[in-house]
C-alpha cells in the first residue's frame, strides 16, 4: 500500500485547512488552538504526526524561522501550505459535497 | 532547559527536536517548575513516540522492495570509487589500517586452522582416518607389531580398511649423493598398508609396495625437501641411490605435502621413508624393534569405533596368551586422528590463544582508528549530506550510500590484509622455533581461511563501517545548513569516545608485551647453577651405524682424546645431555631408612672434567678421578658425586662424604643395584628457570651413549675451532656424522621457544597498537586544531601566545590519554589473569613494565599531537578570521 497523496485523512484535512488559514503563522500550537476552537480535540503529538505526512505528501511547506534573541532559544518550524495541498483539499471538499447529495447534509448553492 | 527536558528531548527526531522544544516552551510560558518540566518531558517523550512509530510504518508502506534494495546502488558503488580517487590519501590510510587488522588475524587463523582442520596435511580424507593406541586406561604404553594379522582380521568385518605402522627414529647419518659428505636425515621405518592407510599420492615415482615394507627391501622413498637440496628436483631421481647409517638404499619415488607430522614425538619433517623390514640393519642400536607405539589405519565411513575397539581388543587379547604378562597387559584403543593430534598439540594451544586474543585486540584497534578517519571524512562531508536530504533523499538512502563507501573500502582492505596474510605466514613458517609447532609447518591461505576472512570483514563493516553511516542519517539539516555548532556534538563525542578506546586497547597490547619480555629477560638471565656460554655441546650417535653400546661408548672416548689432543684441554663427557631437565623414579636406601624407598632422582653418567667444564662448583669432597671413569659396572660401592638438594633431602645428620646407600641403576632394560660412596658434593643445578631442581647423583658408570654429549670449553670461539672439532671426529671415524655442535645457550634458547614465539608476536603487536594509536591521536587533534581555527584566532590576536596555544592543543591530548589510561588499566587488570601461568619472576602488574608502558603512550601520544600543535601554535589570527 503506498501513500496517495490526493487522498486526505479526517485529521489530515483538519490540520491542512488550519494551515490554509494560519497563513505563514502556523506551527503546532496555534493549529491545535484553531482546531480546538473548531469543537475538535486533538492531541499535540497527532498534530505533529499530520504535519509530518502532509510535508512528506508535499502537501506543505516547513521553514525554520531564526532562533530567539534569549539565550538557548530555539527556532520556529512554521509550516505553509503548497499549491498541491490547496488541491486536495479542494478534491476532499467536493467528494464529500457529491456523496452528500440526496441527503439532509446536501448544502445548497 | 533542565537535564531532563533535554534528555527527553534527545528522544525526538532531529529534525523536530528544536520545534517541539520551541513550542512546548511556548505552552507552558517558559515555566522553571518541576511540575511543568516533567509535563514538558512526558509531552516530548509521547511526541517522539508518535512521530518514530508513525515513521516507520510509513517506510515500510510507502517503498516497493525493488526500490528498497537495489535501487541507485550502482551509483552508489559509483560514488564510492569517485570519493574514494578524489581523497586517496584518507583512503589509502583506512585501508592500510584495517589491512594490518585483518592480515593480522588472517594469518593467526592459517595457524589455528593448520592446527585444529589440517592435522594431516597431505593425507586423504582426515575424517576416516584414526589411531590406534597402546596402553592401560590413562597409561600410554606399548604393542607387538606380531599382532598386526590378527588385529586386521579382527577389524575387517566392522570396517577397518587399511592399518598400518611408521616408526620415526629420528636422526641417521645420511651421505649427501653429490658431495659424498656425511650429514643428519630424519628416518622413518613403514610397515605395510602405512602409504595405503593415509592414502598418500607420490609426486614422483612411486611409494613402497606392502611386500616390500614388510619384507625390507634395499629401498627408500625421499622426502620433496631432500629431493629439491641434493638431487636438483631432477625427473631421474628414481634409480639413483642414498646411503643411510652405512647401507646403500634406491630411491623409488618421492612424497609432497606429507611431513610424517602424525608421528609421536616428531619434531623435524621425516627426508627418507625405508622398509620396517630394513629397520634390524639400519638401526643396529634399536633394542627391540617388534614395539609399535600408535598405529595408524583408515576406516569405512559410518563405522563405530568402539565397535571395531572391543573387536581389536578381543583379538589383541587372543593373541596375547603368547606375550609376556606385562606386555599383554596393553590394550589397544581406537581413536579419532584428529583428537589424537590435537591432544598432542595442547601444550601449544595456549600459545595460539594468546596470540589469537592479540590480533583480536589489533583488529579492534585498527577498527576504532578506521571509523575515526571515516567519521572524520563524514564530517567534513556533512554540508554535502544535508543539501542531499533538504533536496529530499531519504535518510536511509544517506545511510546505504556511507554503507556502500565502508564496505567497498573493507574489501580492498580484505584483499590486502589476505595478501599481508601470505606474507606473514611465509615468514612464519621459516623460522627455527615453528618446529615446536609442528602442524605449521603446512601454512597456506585455503578457501576455510578466505571464509573465516570474510566473517572477519563483514564483522569489520559493522564494527566501524555502519557508525558513519547512522551519523551521516543523522545529519541535522537546519543545524548544518545554519552552521549551528551543536550539529555536530554527537558525532565529535563519538570520536573522542574512539580515540580514547583506540588508547586504552593500545595499552593492554603494550603492557602485556611488556610483561611478557620481562619475563622472558628474567627466564633467560636466572642461574641455571652451569655455564651456558662458554660451553659447547657435541652429540654424536655411533649407535645410529649399527655399533654395538661398547664400541659406541669407545668411539666417544676416543673422540674426547682426540679433542684434547687439538689443544682443547677442556673436554668431558655427559650422559645424558646438561639441561636434560627430567628424572626418573629410582629406588634408593640410605642410613636413614629401613627399606628402599622410590623418588624422583635425576643420575647423569659423566667424566671428571665435568664440574670444571661446565662451571658448576664442588661444595664439599672432590669430583670423580680418572681412575673412577669407565670403571666395570661390577665394581661395588661406586664412587658418586651428588647434588647439595640430594644431601638436604637424604643424607642429613652427618657429613655426606663418605656415607654410602643403595641405589637402583637403569642399563638398558635391565635395572641392577648399586651400593654408591659419597665423594663428593655439587651444586644444584637446573634445566631452566621454571623447572625444579631436582636431586642428583652424578656417577662414572657409562650407559648407553645415545642421549649424551661431548662437553667442550674453548679458550676462543672461532671458526677454526669448528674445523678442529670436525676434523677430530673425522680422525677417529670418517663415517661419523656430528649430530649436532651448539652451545648450551641456544639449547636452553630452544627449550623457550613458546615464550620467545609469545615475547616477538606480543612486542610486533605492541609496535602496530602504538602505531595505530599515535594515527588515531595524531587524526583527532588535527581535527580539533582544524576546526577551532577560528577560536585559536581569537585567543592568538587577543594576546595569547605560541606556547600557550600549544600548551592548550597539548592538555586536550593529555586528557585524552589520562582517559584511555584508565579504561585501559582497568580492563588490563581482569584480563591479566589470562598471562599469569606464562610469566616467570614478575607478575602480571610487574611495576617496571607498567611504568614502561605509560613512558611509551606518553611519548606516542606526544609524537603524534606535535605537529597539530605546532599548527595551532602559528596559526596567524588575521588569516583564522578572515577563513570564516
Known sequence: MTLDSSRLGEVEQLVLLAVYRLHGEAYAVPIRSLIAEAGISLTRGSIYITLDRLEQKRLVSSAFTEPTGRPGGKARRVFEIRPAGIAALRSARRALDRLAIGTPLERKP | ?884
Not at chain 2, 577397518?160 to 641417521?172: C, E, T, Y
Open chain 2, 1 to 884: 532547559m533542565t537535564r531532563l527536558f533535554r534528555w527527553a528531548l534527545r528522544v525526538v527526531p532531529n529534525d523536530w527536536r528544536d520545534a517541539v522544544a520551541r513550542d512546548l516552551l511556548e505552552e507552558t510560558d517558559g515555566r522553571t517548575t518541576t511540575r511543568a518540566d516533567l509535563w514538558r518531558a512526558a509531552q516530548a517523550i509521547r511526541i517522539a513516540i508518535g512521530l518514530r512509530f508513525d515513521r516507520r510504518r510509513r517506510f515500510v508502506q510507502r517503498v516497493t522492495p525493488r526500490a528498497w534494495t537495489f535501487s541507485g546502488l550502482g551509483a552508489d558503488i559509483r560514488d564510492a570509487v569517485r570519493t574514494g580517487r578524489r581523497q586517496l590519501a584518507s583512503t589509502i590510510a583506512i585501508v592500510a589500517t584495517l589491512a594490518v587488522g585483518i592480515g593480522a588475524t588472517t594469518a593467526i587463523y592459517c595457524v589455528f586452522d593448520a592446527l585444529l582442520f589440517r592435522p594431516t596435511p597431505g593425507a586423504a580424507d582426515p575424517s576416516t582416518l584414526i589411531s590406534v593406541e597402546f596402553g592401560a586406561p590413562g597409561v600410554r604404553a606399548y604393542g607387538t607389531r606380531r599382532a598386526f594379522p590378527s588385529l586386521r582380521a579382527a577389524g575387517e568385518p566392522l570396517g577397518l580398511q587399511f592399518l598400518g605402522d611408521a616408526v620415526d627414529v629420528g636422526s641417521v647419518a645420511m651421505r649427501a649423493p653429490v658431495t659424498g659428505d656425511s650429514e643428519l636425515a630424519t628416518c622413518a621405518f613403514v610397515s605395510s598398508q602405512y602409504f595405503t592407510a593415509l592414502g598418500l599420492r607420490p609426486i614422483a615415482g612411486r611409494l613402497l609396495t606392502d611386500a616390500e615394507a614388510d619384507a625390507g627391501a634395499d629401498l627408500a622413498v625421499i622426502s620433496e625437501s631432500l629431493w629439491n637440496a641434493h638431487f636438483g628436483r631432477r625427473d631421474d631421481v628414481v634409480g639413483q641411490t642414498i646411503v643411510v647409517n652405512g647401507h646403500t638404499l634406491n630411491v623409488v619415488g618421492v612424497i609432497g605435502g606429507f611431513d610424517g607430522s602424525m608421528l609421536p614425538g616428531n619434531n623435524a619433517p621425516v627426508d627418507v621413508w625405508a622398509p620396517m623390514g630394513r629397520q634390524d640393519l639400519l638401526m643396529a642400536s634399536m633394542s627391540d624393534r617388534d614395539i609399535v607405539g600408535d598405529l595408524t589405519g583408515r576406516v569405512r565411513a559410518g563405522t563405530s569405533l568402539p565397535q571395531l575397539q572391543d573387536a581389536l581388543q578381543a583379538a589383541y587379547r587372543n593373541f596375547g596368551r603368547t606375550l609376556p604378562p606385562r606386555d599383554a597387559a596393553f590394550m589397544p584403543y581406537v581413536h579419532q586422528s584428529s583428537e589424537l593430534l590435537l591432544s598432542r598439540s595442547r601444550s601449544a594451544i595456549g600459545v595460539y590463544r594468546l596470540m589469537m586474543g592479540g590480533v583480536l585486540i589489533l583488529l579492534l584497534l585498527s577498527c576504532a582508528n578506521a571509523a575515526n578517519l571515516l567519521l572524520a571524512r563524514t564530517l567534513a562531508g556533512r554540508r554535502d549530506v544535508a543539501v542531499r536530504l533538504a533536496l529530499g533523499a531519504s535518510r536511509w538512502r544517506i545511510a546505504r550510500r556511507h554503507l556502500v563507501q565502508s564496505a567497498a573500502i573493507v574489501a580492498v582492505s580484505t584483499a590486502s590484509g589476505v595478501g599481508l596474510a601470505m606474507l606473514l605466514t611465509a615468514a612464519v613458517r621459516g623460522l627455527r622455533v615453528v618446529s615446536y609447532l609442528p602442524e605449521i609447518r603446512v601454512l597456506t591461505v585455503n578457501g576455510r581461511v578466505l571464509l573465516s576472512c570474510t566473517c572477519v570483514a563483514a564483522a569489520v563493516v559493522v564494527l566501524f563501517g555502519v557508525l558513519p553511516a547512522i551519523v551521516a542519517a543523522r545529519t541535522n539539516v537546519h543545524g548544518v545548513l545554519a552552521r549551528v555548532s551543536r550539529a555536530v556534538s554527537a558525532p565529535h563525542r563519538i570520536r573522542e569516545s574512539l580515540v580514547i578506546g583506540q588508547i586504552a586497547l593500545a595499552l593492554l597490547l603494550v603492557a602485556g608485551a611488556g610483561v611478557l619480555n620481562r619475563s622472558l629477560q628474567k627466564e633467560l638471565s636466572a642461574d641455571l647453577g652451569l655455564d651456558l656460554d662458554h660451553v659447547l655441546q657435541l652429540t654424536l650417535r655411533p649407535d645410529d651405524l649399527g655399533y654395538s653400546s661398547g664400541r659406541s661408548a669407545k668411539v666417544v672416548q676416543d673422540t674426547v682424546q682426540a679433542l684434547q689432543q687439538e689443544g682443547l684441554s677442556s673436554v668431558a663427557s655427559s650422559y645424558p645431555v646438561p639441561l636434560w631437565g627430567s628424572g626418573a623414579d629410582l629406588r634408593i636406601q640410605t642410613r636413614s631408612m629401613s627399606q628402599p624407598e622410590k623418588h624422583t632422582l635425576a643420575t647423569s653418567s659423566v667424566s671428571p672434567d665435568f664440574f670444571r667444564v661446565l662451571g658448576i662448583p664442588i661444595v664439599a669432597g672432590r669430583a670423580l678421578s680418572a681412575s673412577e671413569f669407565g670403571e666395570s659396572p661390577s665394581i661395588d660401592p661406586m664412587p658418586v658425586v651428588v647434588s647439595e638438594s640430594f644431601v638436604r633431602a637424604f643424607l642429613q645428620g652427618a657429613p655426606p662424604v663418605g656415607q654410602q646407600f643403595f641405589i637402583e641403576r637403569s642399563r638398558g632394560m635391565a635395572m641392577m643395584p648399586s651400593t654408591a660412596l659419597v665423594v663428593g658434593v655439587a651444586a644444584d643445578v637446573r634445566a631452566s628457570a621454571r623447572g625444579r631442581i631436582l636431586p642428583t647423583v652424578y656417577h662414572s658408570r657409562i650407559p648407553d651413549v645415545r642421549y649424551g654429549a661431548i662437553l667442550i670449553r674453548p679458550d676462543r670461539m672461532n671458526a677454526a675451532l669448528l674445523s678442529e672439532i670436525r676434523g677430530a671426529v673425522q680422525r677417529v671415524d670418517p663415517a661419523l656424522p656430528i649430530t649436532a655442535l651448539t652451545t648450551l645457550r641456544s639449547t636452553e634458547l630452544d627449550d623457550l621457544a613458546q615464550d620467545r614465539v609469545l615475547a616477538r608476536l606480543s612486542a610486533l603487536l605492541a609496535l602496530c597498537a602504538l602505531l595505530l594509536a599515535m594515527s588515531g591521536v595524531a587524526a583527532v587533534v588535527a581535527q580539533v586544531v582544524a576546526e577551532r581555527t577560528r577560536d585559536f584566532g581569537i585567543r592568538s590576536a587577543l594576546g595569547a601566545s605560541a606556547r600557550d596555544l600549544g600548551r592548550l592543543v597539548l592538555t586536550g591530548v593529555g586528557v585524552r590519554l589520562l582517559a584511555g589510561v584508565i579504561v585501559g588499566a582497568a580492563i588490563y587488570a581482569y584480563a591479566s589473569r589470562w598471562l599469569v601461568h606464562r610469566i616467570y619472576g614478575v607478575t602480571a602488574l610487574d611495576t617496571t613494565s607498567m611504568v614502561l608502558t605509560l613512558m611509551a603512550l606518553t611519548a606516542a601520544g606526544l609524537a603524534a599531537s606535535w605537529l597539530p600543535a605546532r599548527r595551532a601554535a602559528r596559526i596567524d589570527p588575521v588569516v583564522a578570521l578572515r577563513a570564516e
